[in-house]
């Protein structure tokens, strides 16, 4: 998938860790999955997310990567 092909490229480039890419996916895809959920049903103050979700999702990408 897209999302595997750009860890994998990531790795190659030096740019993320070297663990499987199936390690990195599985969280990133969670948190992806979960913000969209939560700013489609207009839940995202009331878990006190008030950060713009492509910043919060931007944070952590690069402190996984």
Do not use: Y
């Amino acid at each position: 998938g897209d999302l595997l092909d750009a860890i994998v490229q990531c790795q190659a480039a030096g740019i993320a860790g070297g663990q499987d890419p199936l390690e990195i996916a599985g969280p990133l895809w969670s948190l992806v999955h979960g913000l969209a959920s939560l700013a489609i049903g207009g839940q995202l103050g009331a878990v006190g997310i008030v950060q713009a979700p492509d910043e919060l999702i931007a944070g952590v990408v690069a402190q996984v990567l």
